[in-house]
Structures are given as C-alpha cells and as structure tokens.
C-alpha cells in the first residue's frame, strides 16, 4: 500500500475531537471509524475545557504518551475537514502565535507507526504549560473527563 501524500494524512486527536466529546460532531461522519493510537514523546497537559500536547524537548525525553485516535478523513471531505479543523484549533498555516500547531508525527496505530497531523500546544502556550501546567496523568483526558463526572442518581 502505498502511503498517503504529507497533504493528505490522518489526524491524530487526543481532546474534544475524540468520539463522545465537544467537538467530534465536526468530524463525524467524514472520517472512517476512528482507531486507537499513541502520541510516543509528548506529554498531556490540562487546559481551559481541553487538553494540550507538548513534545518533550530534545534534551530531556519522555517515556509517557499522549492516548487518541487516529481519523482517517473521507477524500471528499478532507479540505474542508482540514479547513476546519485548523479554524477550530485556532491554527494559521506559517503564523506566528498559534494556540495550536499542526505538525506532522509519528503515532502508534494498530502496533505500526505512521505519519499523522497533530496539533500540539503552540509556543506561547507550551512554553507556560511547561513552566506551571498541570500534566494529565497518563496521557488520556477522556478517561480523566469520566473520573471527574459527578455522581448522579437515577
């Protein structure tokens, strides 16, 4: 199988984007079901109502891993999915200020790695997260969005 072209690469989605969260309407419907998949090298961060993905810095790698799925978008939808997206994650291609930027990684898919969009943290705010942020332990802010659901009675 021949990989796909840089242009064209699924998304990996670790916060609101995932199935049952915020933002996954966006997406549904226009990608193949979603897989499960890794982010090796990165850790989470808690943010204002989602999550950010910081690479560890060269110099200090990590071990713990950011949990998602992996989005293969529909080719018919996928520049528009890509627009969005972008406009969602509040991402310019080539500018500068970012909340998030849209880098292309290596995730964990099915026990093979492949290529895929990101949107880490951007400067600005890795430089903070890094500074005073609170890491998500385990990588996975779904699960932690479920353990901190209050208790409700039927």
Known sequence: MTPPPPSRLPF???????PGQANHPLVEGRTA???PAVLPGALLYAGPGYPYAVAAPAAEPVTDTVHGELLDVLPDQYDTVL???????????????????????RV??????????VYLAGEGPARTLRASGRIIPGGDWVRTQRSHRPYRRS
């Open 12 to 18: 990996f989605v670790y916060g609101t984007l995932r």
């Open 33 to 35: 079901p979603p897989r």
């Open 108 to 117: 964990i898919c099915d026990g093979l790695r492949c290529d895929a969009w």
């Open 83 to 105: 627009a969005d997206l972008d406009r969602l994650e509040d991402h310019v291609p080539g500018a500068r200020g970012n909340l998030y930027e849209r880098l292309a990684l």
